[in-house]
Each structure stands twice: as C-alpha cells, then as structure tokens.
C-alpha cells in the first residue's frame, strides 16, 4: 500500500501564491505518474496537473496552465504544486494521486492511490 499526505493549504488573496507539497510513504517503488486533483463545493472533482516518473512530460488543465506548475522530487517521494496567481475560482480541495503506471492522464480512474486532500481558500 501506498499513503499521499498533502500539505501547503491555506487562506490566500486573489493574485498570490501557494506551494502544495505532496508525501508518499510505503510502497513508494510501485508508484510511477504523480498528479493533483481539485474538488469545489458542489462540484465534480477535477484534473489540475500531471507529471511521469522522470518528469519529462507534464500536463495541466486549461484553467490552471502558465499559472501553476507541478514538479517532483524522487529521492523524496515527494511532488509538489506551485500555485501562482490564484484566483477565487482556484478555491477547492486539493488531491494528490499516485499511479502504478507511468502514464499521466487527465481521469482520475488512472490513479490508484489518494491523499485526504487539503482545503484552499481563495479571497477576493
């Protein structure tokens, strides 16, 4: 089994930044693709980013592209979620996922492991 931990949330002004980090413990030599998940209130959960084992190939969703970027350190089992220029519309949960394969994918079917997520909040 593998454990996601998540952490960086928090209460922000429009236009500022945030810095998710993501923490894998137990089998982490199973998990390959890394990514970030959003869920709002009332909302279906959706993609944010993806990034594969080397971290050569990455992929965002339109909403967040040029604003935010995904990134991962290997020795750390970590991967981490910079957010700039957040918007109101940014105000979520946010997921973090593992994936056996080394495929990134935009469906959350493709991932096989889940944090409890961690609340961002953003004000106008």
């Known amino acids: 089994q593998v454990q996601l931990v998540e952490s960086g949330g928090g209460l922000v002004q429009a236009g500022g930044s945030l810095r998710l980090s993501c923490a894998a413990s137990?089998?982490?030599?199973?998990?390959?693709?890394r990514s970030w998940f959003r869920q709002a209130p009332g909302k279906e959960r959706e993609f944010v980013a993806a990034?594969?084992?080397?971290?050569?190939?990455?992929i965002y969703a339109g909403s967040v592209k040029g604003r935010f970027t995904i990134s991962r350190d290997n020795a750390k089992n970590a991967v981490y979620l910079q957010m700039d220029s957040l918007k109101p519309e940014d105000t979520a949960v946010y997921y973090c996922?593992?994936?056996?394969?080394?495929?990134?994918?935009?469906?959350?079917?493709?991932?096989?492991?889940w944090g409890q997520g961690t609340q961002v909040t953003v004000s106008s």
């Open positions: 990034i594969n084992w080397s971290s050569r190939q990455t």
């Open positions: 996922a593992a994936s056996r394969r080394n495929d990134v994918d935009f469906s959350a079917d493709a991932y096989d492991y």
């Open positions: 137990g089998r982490t030599f199973s998990i390959y693709a």
